[in-house]
């Protein structure tokens, strides 16, 4: 354990709140650089295939580049690998900003988020060095919660700037936005890694701790099943809002509810997890969100699906930020960006099949069929997820 979680600094708090407002504004530029990305391809082009090629980029190529992404968070400085990889943000999206080409969007917009990938596993495995043990739970909210917040903006700053003075300028900000993050890093003061060797240079190596760990293992079992579910849901978002009558102004309604959920479960997880302990806020709050999500396939009426959004995006929240927390306890720091981007690339994996298997199941059983899969996937994730880990404490209780 790193001896900063004993002896943290005292302005713990003040880097912490640094680091999520980072995220906040990098998050909302990403966002807003990625309406104007989809917009822009669909207007050159009037092709889906170039649309789908573009958030096929976006989504899936941090993932395929999470092996790298993560050892530089733990083969260099932290800080300077988050500063550097806003930095490298930045001059991508400056770039695109002058692009007009397909071709050329595309292939700047794969350079954007390779830039980004280190990021998130960087700064993640950086938290429990400059946060105290008690304060683990109270870090991650805020941060999940800068992250929802820009989610929540970004999309709408975005559709704005798009669709008012053009995508150039929505692309102009995101660049600034990466280097306003860059210069709100370079000000936290604190330890952001363990002193190291430098020799474990392994890029697999957050793969293979996953795997060995019953607690990663399970969760990684459990939560893919549960995102699987999740990424159903994305594709039927749209069609529900428009079977609800609403059309596309429900369905920024439903997508809002979920953020708005989301954020306020964020600032409030460490509060819950504290006094329901990390490992139960994290099963029930997986399984109730997952029960909210399936109800949506019942709901009457765009309110009702609105709020059971919120309820979703409210526990799931909860339940992320004790996730997480576990897992940064769980971890080595040594190894700790490795298995966070390890986690990532799972993830995204998981969602992506859902994505991928969204338009046929939607055909096959209907829009509000497919909301009742999705929660019946993430409560059966959860419940697997239960299970596992108490095989694994079974087995080593017998030892």
Known sequence: ?????????????????????????????????????????????????????????????????????????????????????DLAGAAAFAAIAFVHDPRGLLAL????????????????????NLTPSHDLGWANGLISAGRTFGGLVGPVMGGLLYGTVGAGAAFAVNAASFLLSAALIATVHGTFSERRDGTDRELLAGFRFVGRSPFLRSLACGWSLFLLGIGLMLVAELPMARLLGAGSLGYGVMVSGWAAGSLAGSLVA???????????SLLWG???????????????????????????????????????TMVQRSTPDAVRSRVMAAQEAIWIAALGIGLGAGGAVLSAVGVRATYLLAGVLGLGGTLLLAWLLSRARARVTAQ
């Open 270 to 280: 460490k509060r819950v997890v504290a006094r329901h302990g990390e490992l139960p």
């Open 109 to 128: 917009t794969v350079v954007a988020a390779i830039a980004e990938a280190p990021f998130t596993p960087a700064a993640t495995a950086a938290i429990p």
């Open 286 to 324: 997986a399984g109730c969100a997952a029960i909210a999500l399936g109800a949506i396939g019942v709901a009457p009426w765009l309110a009702s699906a609105a709020a059971l959004l919120a309820v979703a995006g409210f526990l799931n929240a909860i339940s992320a930020v004790a996730e997480e």
């Open 1 to 85: 354990m790193s001896p900063s979680l004993d002896q943290p600094s005292q302005t713990h708090r003040s880097a912490v709140r640094r680091i999520a407002i980072a995220r906040a504004i990098s998050i909302a530029g990403a966002e807003a650089a990625y309406v104007a990305i989809v917009a822009t391809m669909l207007d050159r082009t009037g092709s889906a295939a170039w649309v789908s090629a573009a958030l096929l980029a976006w989504i899936g190529v941090g993932g395929l580049v999470s092996p790298i992404a993560g050892s530089l968070g733990d083969r260099y400085d932290r800080r300077r690998v988050m500063i550097a990889s």
